[in-house]
């Protein structure tokens, strides 16, 4: 004789077997994959907002101390990315003083 366990379900899972398991297919689909996955989405897309929003503040922040000082920081601006660079190459270049 072997022993083994039985699976029993509930007597409205077996009245209603293929709404029970749509139900929990839907269930497991929508709030397993698919919610996770459209908040990941946004958070990134925020992230990214928010990083734009920075770079671009440092931007101008760099092109505040060229105008105040006169100089420029360029190991700030030569790292940045492509908008970055678009400003970099429309400044004039650094002054520099003649050496003695």
Do not use: W
């Not at 022993?3 to 297919?25: K, M, P």
């Not at 839907?26 to 990134?44: E, M, Q, S, T, Y």
């Not at 400003?87 to 003649?98: G, I, N, V, W």
């Amino acid at each position: 004789m072997v022993e083994g366990c039985i699976d029993v379900e509930r007597d409205f899972v077996q009245d209603h077997i293929s709404l029970y398991y749509n139900a929990y297919y839907c269930f497991r689909v929508i709030f397993i994959h698919i919610a996770p996955c459209c908040i990941l989405v946004v958070l990134n897309a925020l992230l990214v907002l928010t990083i734009r929003q920075v770079r671009d503040q440092l931007i101008t922040y760099l092109l505040y101390f060229a105008a105040v000082t006169g100089r420029l920081l360029h190991s700030s601006l030569r790292h940045r990315q492509s908008s970055a660079t678009t400003f970099y190459t429309s400044l004039p270049a650094e002054r520099t003083t003649p050496s003695k």
